[in-house]
């Protein structure tokens, strides 16, 4: 098992073990919070179907092309991880296990079983990956597709951009709370978001080293010290 394995193991491993730890109440809270990101991502599920599917199969799946599903070229937000563990059933999270530990495919991603993807809601950088090809045959004479798209390219940071609350920051956030840590929480790792992070709270003059917002308190009850 290489690294980026490891990793992607030990994040499922950890969101899986402490929903259990959180209890049906609380999970059903954080459940709660997902609804409007659910909704979206359904939308842009079915443009990408209606505008995309017969492009993208030829091109990824057919020819091998394409940079997308390739292995370990998939990034994963620690929030992608918790949100599709919240909606799947045990047996689906252990196909996901099952597909870190022993990959179909070495030149492919390792979430790639024998019947597709084996990611029920899959993570948002994936999902919004196009290749240049692709937007070349699909937006060349369609303008109002491309606009459709940047339209939800625009939706998208309103889930993982920090320059407000968020719902990856809230989640992570409440995985924090619980003493959890993960590399892929890129919302409290990575510098440049921390910055964006920063700059937010300065703007709207909060103390010094917050670290959850409403809905994540919410979320957690008083579980959150």
């Known amino acids: 098992m290489n690294a980026y394995q490891q990793e992607q193991l030990e994040a ?3 969101v899986r073990g402490h929903l259990d ?16 990101y659910r909704s979206f991502r359904s939308r842009a599920a079915d443009f990408l179907e209606t505008h995309f599917q017969s492009t993208c199969t030829e091109t990824c799946y057919r020819s091998n092309r394409s940079a997308c599903c390739s292995k370990d070229g998939i990034i994963t937000f ?8 919240l909606v799947s059933s045990p047996e689906e999270l252990a196909r996901m296990e099952a597909a870190i530990r022993h990959p179909l495919n070495e030149f492919k991603c390792i979430y790639l079983s024998e019947n597709g993807c084996v990611w029920r809601i ?10 240049d090809e692709a937007e070349r045959k699909v937006f060349g004479n369609n303008s ?14 309103a ?8 719902l990856f920051e809230t989640i992570e956030s409440a995985y924090i709370a619980q ?10 790792n990575s510098p440049g978001l921390l910055r964006i992070r920063r700059l937010r709270a ?24």
């Open 144 to 157: 109002v597709a491309r606009e459709q798209w940047e339209a939800f390219q625009v939706g998208k940071k």
């Open 21 to 36: 730890i959180l209890g049906a109440a609380t999970a059903d809270r954080l459940r709660s919070l997902l609804t409007e």
């Open 122 to 131: 899959k993570p948002i950088v994936c999902e919004f990956f196009l290749c």
């Open 159 to 166: 889930y993982t951009w920090p320059d407000r609350p968020v």
């Open 78 to 85: 620690f929030a992608d991880i918790a949100v599709n563990a």
């Open 202 to 225: 300065e703007k709207e003059n909060l103390p010094v080293g917050y670290e959850f917002s409403k809905d994540a308190k919410s979320a957690c009850g008083d579980r959150i010290r």
């Open 12 to 14: 499922l491993t950890m």
């Open 179 to 188: 003493g959890c840590r993960s590399s892929l929480m890129y919302l409290h």
